[in-house]
């Protein structure tokens, strides 16, 4: 999962064409082998000796055509690259890559106390590592504060979407950036009408 950070770093040096020129050909070659893996029983003995150990059981199921987790990373990185401002591309894309898996290993490790379907632990290791992604890419921008409070709101609104994955009915490597992205995205213009201090034209 963390080896994924490399796409919103490609990005950050690239255009917005070319990310979706790198993305796109990944994307579609990752759905193709997914749907292969549950039709062609060639495919499926070769992807389970490579990756076997990697797939979780609702992937290896039969029965139904399930995607794996980076079919839904890859696809989730090219609508962030084509919906979304490049900055808030790479923001929301890089918290899913961090925040996903410190809440994930820190919950699963210290969580004792629900929240909606996963720990309030987990939930807490999300926000306070989205903060540091924040504000490493806020740094590294020169970014006002209003990117910096727009983007630990989206980190919390991000926690509890992670949080009710399995009640939403939708996998988080595609709801996590979409939703992060898309309350950073209103919060953006929302400061601008209000004559704030703007950060969508960085990392043009």
Request: proline share 3%; charged share 15%.
């Amino acid at each position: 999962h963390i080896s994924s950070l490399a796409i919103p770093i490609i990005y950050s040096f690239v255009s917005r064409d070319i990310g979706i020129l790198i993305l796109t050909p990944m994307t579609i070659a990752s759905v193709v082998i997914d749907v292969l893996m549950h039709r062609s029983t060639v495919v499926r003995k070769n992807m389970l000796r490579v990756f076997g150990k990697l797939l979780r059981p609702h992937e290896l199921r039969q029965d139904k055509i399930l995607l794996n987790g980076a079919s839904y990373v890859l696809m989730s990185a090219l609508l962030c690259v084509l919906i979304f401002p490049k900055i808030i591309a790479i923001t929301a894309f890089s918290i899913l890559i961090v925040s996903d898996t410190c809440a994930a290993l820190y919950g699963r490790k210290f969580g004792r106390r629900s929240f909606l379907d996963k720990s309030r632990e987990g939930a807490f290791a999300f926000v306070v590592s989205a903060a540091v992604v924040v504000a490493v890419i806020g740094a590294l921008t020169s970014a006002g504060w209003t990117f910096f409070v727009a983007g630990v709101v989206g980190s919390m609104v991000g926690a509890v979407v992670e949080a009710a994955s399995i009640r939403l009915r939708m996998d988080d490597n595609f709801s996590i950036p979409m939703f992060t992205g898309g309350l950073m995205w209103a919060m953006a213009l929302l400061f601008e009408s209000l004559a704030q201090p703007g950060f969508l034209a960085l990392m043009k």
